[in-house]
């Protein structure tokens, strides 16, 4: 039976899906005890992946307990979180090496036990039905928020955040060797969805952030100019020594959820939005347009702090995420049916 793509997320608070409220030194502790004030981005996404799938498909993966915002499990069927507060780039990028190795790992001795179990003297079989357990099909990666400063060297902080993504674009467990001399060869490589750092209110991080996030869309634009195609390698083969760039994207969070200044921020909720925006900019310090002026009222509540979204926020960054994806595998697979967009093709 057909599964479904599998996700990893990567990255420091704002994947870990820290609302404001919550003790920072809480977020030390593993998954399973973390706080109910965790909101991840992932969760919408994950909603909205299982709603897409075949019926069939999609009775086999359990629907996400609403009460245990973190508690995914290591194995969990579409989406794997691996993020913790604080992290910088070059953190995260540790962390995804060691997670990614550590996968590997456990996809080769899992492979190994259940041929032996079977008695399979070929176990590329048996590795078939186990591999989509240990590798991905996307990771998504945020970072860098951490790094900014404002007197932030964008140029090496964007060098650190392509040394990740090579890493994320390189990433695959070992298939088992068909015979003893054989060495383990490549599954699968996944698609790496790299976003811009999500906007905010601190004013001394709006210029490095913009330059960080400008800087990102022109780096990305450049080494993935060509248009994605169905006939692009997936698979690693001596030939295609280093990971393919085709298979890198950009999510614009920056866009996807501006900061909307919350109610308590506005001078006169009943003035006019450039009286508002013009009294707000003065309370923080900034020129007025450097901030978007809140039209849509329910957005206020998107925000729970000056960096981190509200539930509401992440939900509907899920949702961007969610339609940004849907776009890219609608390209990269044309002639797919819609139901069958989010599952594995192989």
């Known amino acids: ?24 030194d809480e977020f030390a502790a593993e998954a399973d005890d973390a706080p109910a004030s965790l909101h991840p981005f992932a969760l919408r996404l994950r909603t909205r992946i299982r709603a897409a799938l075949p019926a069939t498909i999609a009775a086999l993966v359990p629907p996400h307990p609403e ?55 070929d176990p590329t079989a048996a590795a078939a039905a186990l591999l989509p357990r240990y590798d991905y099909d996307w990771i ?12 932030a060297n964008v140029p090496a902080q964007l060098a650190r955040l392509r040394s990740l993504w090579t890493t994320a674009l390189a990433a695959c467990p070992p298939m088992p060797p068909h ?27 709006t210029r ?8 990102l869309r022109d780096l990305v634009g450049l080494i993935s100019a060509t248009p994605p195609s169905p006939a692009s390698p997936t698979t690693a083969s001596p030939s295609l020594p280093l990971p393919s760039y085709s298979r890198l994207f950009l999510f614009d969070a920056e866009r996807a959820l501006p900061y909307y200044l919350a109610e308590s921020d506005s001078e ?19 020129h007025p347009h450097d901030h978007h002026v809140h039209e849509d009222p329910s957005a206020r509540c998107c925000w729970s702090d000056d960096e981190h979204p509200s539930a509401e926020g992440y939900d509907r960054l899920g949702d961007a995420v969610f339609r940004r994806m849907d776009a890219l595998l609608a390209a990269l697979r044309p002639g797919v049916p819609v139901e069958e967009r989010w599952l594995r093709d192989d």
């Open 179 to 205: 015979s003893s001399t054989d060495t383990p060869q490549p599954h699968r490589r996944p698609y790496v969805l790299v976003m811009t750092l999500l906007d905010g209110n601190v004013p001394e991080l």
């Open 1 to 24: 039976m057909p599964t479904p793509l599998r996700i990893l997320c990567v990255g420091d608070s704002l994947t870990l899906g820290y609302v404001d409220g919550a003790a920072a």
């Open 268 to 286: 006169d909720s009943d003035s006019d939005d450039a009286a508002a925006a013009a009294a707000v900019a003065a309370k923080h310090k900034m």
């Open 67 to 121: 009460d245990s915002p973190l508690s995914l499990p290591e194995d969990d069927a579409l989406i794997v979180i691996d993020a913790r507060i604080g992290l910088c780039i070059a953190d995260i990028h540790a962390r995804l090496a060691a997670h990614l190795a550590a996968r590997a790992r456990d996809a080769a001795a899992a492979t190994t036990t259940a041929a032996t179990a079977v008695g399979d003297d």
């Open 208 to 215: 490095p952030r913009r330059a960080f996030n400008a800087g």
């Open 140 to 151: 998504l990666l945020m970072a860098g928020t951490n790094d900014l400063d404002a007197t």
